[in-house]
C-alpha cells in the first residue's frame, strides 16, 4: 500500500509559478512511475506528467511542455511538479499518481494509487 499526500497548491496569478509536492509513504516509492493528473471544474480528469519509476524518462502533456518540469527524490519520497508561466486553463485540482513499474507513460487505468488533490487556481 502506498499512500501519496499533494501540497503546494494554491491562488497565483497568471504568469507566476508554483511547485507541487507528493509525498509518499508505504512501500518505497522507487519502484513506482509517478505522475500528476489535473481535473478542471465541469472536465475529466487528464494527464499532465509522469516519470519513470527509474526517473530516466518523463512526459508532458502538449499543453504543459516547455513550462511545468516534473522531478522525484527517492531519498525523500517525494515527487515534485514545477509550474511556471500558469495559465487561468491550468486551474484545476492536481492529483498525484503511482503506478508499480510503469514507463512515463502512465494512463489512468494503469494507476495503482491516488493522493487525494491539491487545488491550483490561476486568475487572469
Known sequence: QVQLVESGGGLVQAGGSLRLSCATSGRTISMYALGWFRQAPGKEREFVAAISWRGD???????????FTISRDNAKNTVYLQMNGLKPE?????????????????????VDFWGQGTQVTVSS
Open 57 to 67: 524518462s518523463s512526459n508532458y502533456a502538449d499543453s504543459v511542455k516547455g513550462r
Open 90 to 110: 491550468d486551474t484545476g485540482v492536481y492529483y498525484c499518481a503511482a503506478d508499480l513499474w510503469g514507463t512515463s507513460d502512465i494512463t489512468q487505468p494503469k
